[in-house]
């Protein structure tokens, strides 16, 4: 709309620029500004959340737009894979701390909206020789949105209002991923040495590679859904479960999503035949020899004592046990009257550990507290044969969790509110 009014269509390039750093330094200042200004220590962390899920995100929607031609960049300075990185880092500052201190109750589809109608739609054509919009240019506006910005939003303002947790966890490990497993990667590679079209295209070492990387997926995304599911809280300590959780994946290893993480930048440098992109795992193990072991140290032995250091000494930091540390057995009902049910109770009785096997009147499933039925159940049971077993019902509750009809996350919030 404005370019019409312009000369040639676009803005002077000293405005060019100078709104180029306005987007990173306005949205670097007004963070500070609120963060230092909020009084609520949950908002503040609600901010920090919605800033470290924008960060990866919005890197890998902006790969997106740019591969699809949606716009393209010009100039060269402080690029990283054709995107701006101070871009990048505004952007991701202002649609997390900056919009949701400023407008914490306000629809983050709303707010991102007004911002595309008032925003977007008069400038972003106009913004040559900065960005060169295609002709579908608002279609990548709208996935930059849907992907990043908006949930990112709305991850601030559920963690805020401590509601939604499952869609917060969910949120959080998307968040992540991206974060840790594309631009963290891209960083190293654009200050080191390497790109992405370093990946071989053989099949014999891509799909090796997919067949490695999928149960090391697996491990990390069930170590999160359990902080959920069983602890009622996240994986990250500033918003940490209210239970110690020992069911599941945890009953093998103590630390699956650092062990993920790092397992998985080992997989990528060897693929990218990139010593870096391995030397990564490196921060894996400094981030548990420092913030996580703080945490334990400082939060978990001094909530859960006695639990927590029975715990410590029997499971594994890094690498798994191959059958399951209990404390006490957990219960596994069946019907007898359900052709089927005695054959599967028979046969996970000459396997399980940990798991009292009975006639009941249903499939169920009881750890303390925690009760499944149904498919449910009968993936917790598998988490007591070994390692491998653990791994499918993690995969089976992962798309099963969501039909549960009680969890300790619905008590945790029940108890919350009376």
Request: net charge positive.
């Amino acid at each position: 709309m404005i370019a019409s009014y312009l000369p040639n269509g676009a803005w002077p390039e000293p405005a060019l620029w100078a709104l180029r750093w306005a987007l990173f330094l306005g949205p670097l200042a007004g963070a500070g500004w609120l963060m230092k200004r909020e009084g609520d220590d949950r908002r503040r962390i609600a901010a920090l959340f919605a800033l470290l899920y924008g960060m990866g995100t919005i890197f890998v929607a902006h790969q997106v737009a740019l591969a699809a031609g949606w716009w393209h960049y010009g100039g060269g300075a402080l690029m990283l894979a054709g995107m701006p990185f101070d871009i990048l880092l505004g952007g991701a500052l202002l649609f997390g701390p900056v919009l949701f201190l400023a407008a914490p109750q306000t629809n983050p589809v709303l707010l991102a909206g007004s911002i595309v109608v008032c925003l977007h739609a008069p400038l972003f054509s106009s913004l040559r020789p900065f960005v060169h919009a295609g002709s579908d240019w608002l279609t990548g506006v709208l996935v930059v949105f849907l992907i990043a910005h908006i949930p990112a939003l709305f991850l601030a303002r559920w963690t805020a209002e401590n509601r939604r947790l499952g869609a917060r966890v969910t949120l959080l490990a998307f968040g992540y991923g991206w974060l840790a497993f594309a631009l963290l990667p891209t960083l190293i590679m654009r200050a080191m040495g390497g790109s992405w079209s370093d990946v071989p295209r053989t099949p014999w070492i891509l799909v090796p590679a997919a067949i490695v990387a999928a149960p090391l997926l697996l491990l990390g995304a069930t170590g999160a859904h359990l902080f959920a599911l069983r602890g009622g809280g996240t994986p990250i300590p500033l918003d940490p479960t209210v239970r110690l959780v020992r069911g599941g994946i945890y009953a093998y290893i103590r630390n699956p999503m650092q062990t993920c993480t790092a397992a998985l930048w080992l997989l990528m440098g060897a693929v990218l035949a990139n010593p870096w992109v391995m030397a990564a795992a490196a921060m894996a193990l400094v981030f548990v020899l420092g913030m996580v072991r703080w945490h334990h140290r400082y939060d978990l032995l001094e909530r859960f004592p006695a639990d927590w250091l029975a715990y410590r000494e029997a499971v594994p930091e890094w690498w798994p046990r191959w059958h399951p540390w209990t404390v006490e057995p957990a219960r596994f009902e069946f019907s007898p009257t359900v052709s089927w049910q005695p054959l599967l109770a028979a046969w996970l009785e000459r396997r399980v550990r940990g798991l009292d096997v009975r006639p009941g009147t249903t499939l169920r499933y009881v750890d303390g507290s925690y009760a499944a039925q149904g498919p449910n159940a009968v993936a917790w049971a598998l988490s007591h044969i070994n390692f491998a077993a653990v791994l499918l019902g993690s995969a089976l509750l992962l798309v099963l969790a969501p039909f549960s009809t009680r969890s300790p996350v619905r008590e945790a919030k029940e108890r919350r509110l009376v």
